[in-house]
């Protein structure tokens, strides 16, 4: 069974949502978030992979929220940036707790 996702924005941002793999991202924030996915793919599709995580949030810290978007986006950019860095800094800590060690593996 498929679980649509809690979150989606462009063609790679969502949680348990992992892109379009092949296509360009929309802007900025997805950018981003397909650089993410890659990371965790080559990571064994570990989500709680703390070098990932330390990355995307890093990535969104020199994205800007208001920046240009892409045509017929309705969500604010801001807002969507803002739920991701909750999401995933909740990640880290937990990656951090279960992994018991910060190696990137």
Known sequence: MKVPPLLRYGKYCGILYSGCPGEKPCDALDACCMIHDHCVDTHNDDYLNTRCNENLL??????????????????????????????????????????????GQ
Not at 59 to 69: E, F, I, K, M, Y
Not at 77 to 98: H, M, P, W
């Open 58 to 103: 890093s990535c969104l810290d020199r994205v800007s929220p208001a920046g240009p978007t892409f045509p017929g986006n309705e969500c604010d950019v801001g807002q969507t940036a803002s739920v991701i860095r909750g999401v995933i800094e909740t990640a880290v800590l937990a990656g951090k707790i279960l992994h018991k060690r910060d190696d």
